[in-house]
C-alpha cells in the first residue's frame, strides 16, 4: 500500500525557518517524481514544487522561488521541503504528493502538515 | 503560465442528476489533465487522469471528457457521497497549475 507521511509543521514567527519531510513506503520511491501542493484556510490547492526521481530536475512555483528548497533521499525513502524567509502568507495545510509516469500526474497524497507563520 | 479556468465555482444538484463541470486550458495541455476530489478535512483524491481516464477504486458513474481546449467531469447519477470541491490540474508545463475548484452542494 502507498503511503506518504507528511511531519515537520508547527507554528513558526514571520522571518523563520522551518523543514518538511515525507516519508514514503509501499513503492519504490526513487522510480517516481515528487511534488509539494499546499492549500491556505479556505482556499484552493497551489502546487510548490518538483522533483525529479535522480533529483536532477527541480522546478519551484514563483511565489516561493528563493525562498524554499525541495530536495530528497533516495536511501531514506524521504522528501523534504526547507522553508526560509517564511511570510503569513505561506500559512498553509502542505500535502506532498507522487507523480505518476506520463499523463497520470499526482496519484497519491499524504494527510498534509499544517504550518502556520505567525508572531 | 498556463491558466486553468474553472467552472461553476459552486453548484447545486439533487441526488441522481447529471453534472457537468468544466476547465479550459489557456494553451495547450493534450491530455495531461487530471480531477480532483477534495471532502472537508480530507486530502484530494485522484478521479481521473490523463483527461478520460478513470483513476482506480472511483465509481464509473464519474467520467471525463476533452473538447479542444475544454476539459470536463461528469458524474452521470449524483449521489451524496459526491459532495465534495473538485479541481482539475494541468500538468505539462511547470508551473503546474490547478483550476480554481467548484464547489457540489447536494439540493
Known amino acids: 500500500e502507498v503511503q506518504l507521511v507528511e511531519s515537520g509543521g508547527g507554528l513558526v514567527q514571520p522571518g523563520r525557518s522551518l523543514k518538511l519531510s515525507c516519508l514514503a513506503s509501499g513503492f519504490t520511491f526513487s522510480n517516481y517524481g515528487m511534488n509539494w501542493i499546499r492549500q491556505a484556510p479556505g482556499k484552493g490547492l497551489e502546487w510548490v514544487a518538483s522533483i525529479s526521481s535522480s533529483s536532477s530536475y527541480i522546478y519551484y512555483a514563483d511565489t516561493v522561488k528563493g525562498r524554499f528548497t525541495i530536495s530528497r533521499d533516495n536511501a531514506k525513502n524521504t522528501l523534504y521541503l526547507q522553508m526560509t524567509s517564511l511570510r503569513s502568507e505561506d500559512t498553509a495545510l502542505y500535502y506532498c504528493?507522487?507523480?505518476?509516469?506520463?499523463?497520470?500526474?499526482?496519484?497519491?497524497w499524504g494527510q498534509g502538515v499544517m504550518v502556520t507563520v505567525s508572531s | 503560465d498556463i491558466q486553468m479556468t474553472q467552472s461553476p465555482s459552486s453548484m447545486s444538484a439533487s441526488l441522481g442528476d447529471r453534472v457537468t463541470i468544466t476547465c479550459r486550458a489557456s494553451q495547450d495541455i493534450g491530455n495531461y489533465l487530471s480531477w480532483f476530489q477534495q471532502k472537508p478535512g480530507k486530502s484530494p483524491r485522484r478521479m481521473i487522469y490523463g483527461a478520460t481516464n478513470l483513476a482506480a477504486g472511483v465509481p464509473s458513474r464519474f467520467s471525463g471528457s476533452r473538447s479542444g481546449s475544454d476539459y470536463s467531469l461528469t458524474i452521470s447519477s449524483l449521489e451524496s457521497e459526491d459532495m465534495a470541491i473538485y479541481y482539475c490540474l494541468q500538468s505539462i508545463q511547470y508551473p503546474f497549475t490547478f483550476g480554481s475548484g467548484t464547489k457540489l452542494e447536494i439540493k
Open positions: 504528493a507522487r507523480h505518476g509516469p506520463l499523463i497520470r500526474g499526482f496519484d497519491y
